[in-house]
């Protein structure tokens, strides 16, 4: 599983990754979460709002920080 953030690493974002981090941990799964700082990286997935939350490739939330449950469920349905 890849899970990655991207953003530029504003406030939001760090809070995204710290959510994702406890959903994963909530989980008991122990994956890396890489930062997608690069802006024509973000944009190649279609992103136009950040923070954005993306599972193997798949952009799951763009523009918000999800809930620690809500990024689990994703996480979950992605496995």
Do not use: F, H, W
Not at 47 to 72: F, H, N, Q, Y
């Amino acid at each position: 599983m890849r899970i990655e953030v991207l953003g530029s690493g504003c406030k939001n974002c760090n809070v995204l990754e710290a959510a994702t981090r406890q959903a994963l941990q909530q989980l008991g799964i122990d994956e890396p979460i890489s930062k997608v700082t690069d802006y024509r990286q973000i944009a190649s997935y279609g992103v136009m709002s950040t923070p954005a939350l993306a599972i193997d490739g798949d952009v799951k939330t763009t523009g918000r920080v999800p809930t620690v449950d809500e990024i689990a469920n994703l996480i979950t349905a992605a496995v």
